[in-house]
């Protein structure tokens, strides 16, 4: 006895939607993993829900890069252009810098220094030195606008407590 047919249009009911969604996703899956194993097929497939979520499956034995490489040449389409392929190497400079941006950072947070020989050190000293007489210029700055203004208000205390001493009698006599 066979299953009967069904009108394939849009689920209107989300919750019945999302069952089928996951039964029928869960299903390619095991259609292409079983023709995967039986046929020795190289195979990859990408399933993007309406929620976005990505789910795939890659044949174990190949890379899904290779996958895409033999789609290329079969069918003579790119998928992308030539500044896509590119990202790669991009990235892994991007994190090459990063990594050496993390272990300058260590070092002037005087972590990890033991590599470093004598040259590297009377540098690293040197960065020190100069970044410590920044940090001194600025705390004087602040320090001295602290000091300017602390007497602009000790002046002005000074003018107030000169109109307020012919006021302070009557102040006395009306406490």
Known sequence: MGRG??????????????VTYSKRRNG?????????VLCNAK??????GGSKKMHEYCT???????ILDEYHRQCGKRLWDAKHENLNSEIDRIRKENDNLQIKLRHLNGQDINSLNHKELIVLEGVLE????FV???????VNT??????MLDEENKELNYYLQP????????I
Do not use: C, W, Y
Request: proline residues 3%; hydrophobic residues 35%.
């Open 136 to 142: 001194r210029d600025q705390k004087m700055e602040v």
């Open 5 to 18: 047919k069904i009108e394939i249009k849009r689920i209107e009911n989300a919750n019945n939607r999302q």
């Open 60 to 66: 174990p034995s190949a890379k899904l890069t290779d």
């Open 130 to 133: 100069n970044g410590l007489a």
């Open 43 to 48: 195979v990859s497939l990408i399933i993007f």
């Open 167 to 174: 006021l302070q009698p009557n102040l006395q006599e009306r």
């Open 146 to 151: 602290h000091r300017r203004n602390h007497k």
């Open 28 to 36: 390619l899956i095991k259609k292409a993993k079983e023709i995967s």
